[in-house]
């Protein structure tokens, strides 16, 4: 599904030519931060407004609930793909940035039941900036090539949603936390393959890899704070 990565891609090049695609790279991987840093606002005001609302009917129908949210989510990645040359997919991103923050709500609400939730989300929200800024920094130094992770990470991408979907039909807690343990190292390592690739070159589409990063944050946020929530949760 990736696009195949030279060894060494400016080893054609002339000095001008470098220096352009240099300039390109750098942009690129400009605009992606500006974005992910600009579509954590809609998800914070979407989570706002989440934690006050009732979602009575999705703890009913928990099943089909979560079907139709993650066809609702695919569905949005999919228009936004199809539109990431265009500003019309930077307003859907932010539209699913918005509706995911909303999507925290059930989630918060039960944290914040807890006597110590608030410290959790501080640490779940700690931990992610941590892991996203040692990952960058990784791939911002070493500047090495981690396009090989590419079909593993397909792989366990694949296994994961599996996971997930067979878990809304078994509903263990047990199998829950292995798949949100899986998540953490799972986010962990597409943070680093992505960023990466904005390096090298390897993603010339800020919006695209935004959406990729965006996620890994976001699922790296919720897993770690569901892992906090079983392991230290105070219920008293």
């Not at 991103?93 to 918060?108: A, E, H, N, Q, S």
Request: with cysteine.
């Amino acid at each position: 599904m990736q696009p195949e990565l030279q060894s060494n891609p400016n080893s054609y090049q002339t000095p001008v030519a470098a220096g352009e695609i240099a300039l390109q790279r750098q942009r690129v991987l400009r605009n992606t931060y500006l974005l992910l840093a600009l579509s954590l606002i809609p998800t914070g005001i979407g989570a706002l407004i989440g934690v006050n609302l009732n979602f009575g009917f999705m703890r009913a129908s928990p099943i089909v609930s979560s079907l139709v949210l993650l066809a609702v989510i695919y569905g949005m990645f999919f228009a936004i793909e199809k539109n990431r040359d265009s500003g019309l997919g930077v307003a859907l991103l932010l539209g699913l940035t918005f509706f995911l923050g909303i999507v925290l709500g059930p989630l918060l609400q039960v944290a914040l039941g807890l006597r110590n939730g608030g410290q959790l989300i501080a640490l779940a929200a700690g931990g992610t900036a941590t892991v996203f800024f040692a990952m960058a920094g990784i791939a911002t130094v070493t500047r090495k090539d981690f396009g090989f992770m590419g079909n593993f990470l397909a792989v366990g991408g694949i296994v994961l949603m599996l996971g997930v979907v067979a878990n809304i039909f078994f509903a263990s807690p047990v199998l829950y936390l292995t798949i949100c343990a899986a998540f953490v190292l799972f986010s962990s390592m597409v943070i680093l393959w992505q960023i990466s690739r904005l390096i090298i070159g390897g993603e010339t589409n800020y919006i695209s890899a935004t959406l990729t990063l965006y996620m890994s944050i976001y699922n790296l946020f919720t897993s770690l704070l569901h892992l906090l929530m079983a392991l230290t949760g105070n219920r008293d």
